[in-house]
């Protein structure tokens, strides 16, 4: 047992028998007073030293505890902060895909009977504070990725969006990085469950065109009233004479795209009452070959829409336009490639709707051939959640002569988290 936890009667019988021992020559020679004093002397000698032993244990026994709290914060501030990197982090994705039955009405061509696992796409984004964000989304096209230089390889791997968002104030907002061009219905909502139809619409598809997107920077300015202002520079189109300067050819995707001619976008968009979304856009590029093709130069794209629902009742309504200048694009019609759509729609249930599309669409409209596409869809969507779908439609197309031409029927499932 220790000296400073032996209980008092045990220290002073302790301190007694070493007082003896140690001063037992000299105890004889001493008064009795003397004795008293030398061993009262000692005894608080003693007293002293057991009080400063245990002062020194107690200030140990904090530092140790002080330890402990310390790691145990340390401990805690590092799960929290793991904890809250996770909260700040999201994952999302759609993907889907498509039966295609389609009859060629061309003579001697080749009639569509597919299975596709058409898109796979997942989004990652994380919130570095209030005013910062980023976000992402990573696409694989077709299911399957390979040599397509050999030819075995119909997929492709392509990073549609990753940027910078940036809160600046409660009215503007920007962005730098790769994301989609605001432009048209489809380009920037796309999912599968946010649309009728198997296939996206092809005056989006061949016209704007979706899915569209390029890298730079953007500025978004919301003027109230529902009126929001969006504003972009952007790498812009490459298209070419062999392609007879057909706008969705000269996407560059931003892989080592050229940069020599960018392109200016601005869209206006209303959104003042519930249900309603009534939006122009404009975008110029200087030269719509990056100045490869002397024939060719600069381009101008005009789009207009309208979202109405009201109840059970749907309509989308679509124009674009590009005018191309030069003397290559007027040759070969390229100079105006237009189109427009018109769909109406019904929502029997919150599970069920209907739909109806005719649209028509030219990449070569200025010339005095006719070269204009025509086609019809009619199907319906199921929505066993609302972010998940299943789609039967059947298409009817007119083409150009010489051209394919599909009918038949599409079957698709899609989801959306």
């Not at 039966?99 to 299975?115: I, P, Q, S």
């Not at 119909?154 to 009215?171: I, R, S």
């Not at 709707?353 to 990449?363: I, K, T």
């Amino acid at each position: 047992m220790s000296l400073h936890r032996s209980p008092p009667l045990a220290r002073t019988v302790i301190a007694l028998s070493l007082l003896c021992g140690l001063a037992a020559p000299a105890w004889a020679d001493m008064s009795t007073e003397q004795r008293l004093k030398a061993l009262e002397s000692r005894l608080n000698s003693l007293e002293k030293e057991n009080q400063a032993l245990k002062g020194q244990l107690q200030k140990a026994e904090q530092k140790v505890e002080a330890t402990g709290t310390q790691v145990e914060k340390i401990a805690s501030q590092g799960t929290s902060s793991r904890a809250a990197w996770a909260e700040k982090t999201q994952l999302g994705g759609y993907g889907e895909l498509h039966l295609n039955k389609l009859n060629n009405r061309k003579t001697g061509g080749a009639d569509k009977d597919e299975l596709d696992l058409h898109r796979f796409v997942l989004f990652m984004g994380h919130q570095f504070n209030d005013r910062l964000r980023f976000f992402s989304e990573l696409e694989v096209e077709h299911a399957l990725v390979k040599d397509t230089t050999a030819g075995n390889g119909p997929g492709e791997v392509e990073l549609e969006q990753a940027y910078l968002d940036f809160t600046l104030n409660n009215m503007l907002s920007a962005k730098a990085g790769l994301f989609l061009v605001p432009v048209g219905i489809a380009n920037e909502t796309h999912e599968p469950p946010t649309f009728y139809g198997v296939e996206r619409n092809p005056v989006e598809t061949n016209i704007i065109p979706t899915t569209w997107w390029e890298g730079g920077a953007a500025l978004t300015a919301r003027l109230g009233n529902g009126f929001t202002l969006d504003g972009a520079l952007t790498s812009g189109l490459k298209t070419t004479a062999a392609k007879k300067y057909a706008v969705r050819d000269g996407r560059l995707k931003v892989a080592k795209a050229m940069a020599r001619d960018p392109a200016y976008t601005a869209r206006l968009k209303w959104t003042g009452i519930p249900g309603v979304e009534l939006a122009g856009t404009v975008q110029y590029q200087s030269d719509i070959t990056q100045s490869a093709d002397v024939t060719a130069g600069g381009a101008r794209l005009y789009e207009a829409h309208a979202i109405l629902n009201k109840g059970p009742f749907g309509l989308k309504a679509l124009y674009a336009r590009w005018s191309l200048d030069g003397s290559g694009p007027r040759a070969v019609g390229a100079d105006r490639q237009n189109g427009w759509f018109i769909e109406p729609s019904y929502k029997l249930t919150e599970q069920w709707g209907l739909f109806a599309r005719h649209s028509r669409w030219d990449n070569q409209a200025g010339d005095g051939i006719d070269s204009r596409y025509r086609q019809s869809d009619i199907g319906l969507n199921y929505w066993p959640h609302p972010d998940m779908v299943l789609k039967l439609d059947y298409q009817k197309q007119k083409a150009p002569a010489g051209k394919d031409r599909f009918d038949g029927f599409n079957v698709g499932v899609g989801y959306q988290f």
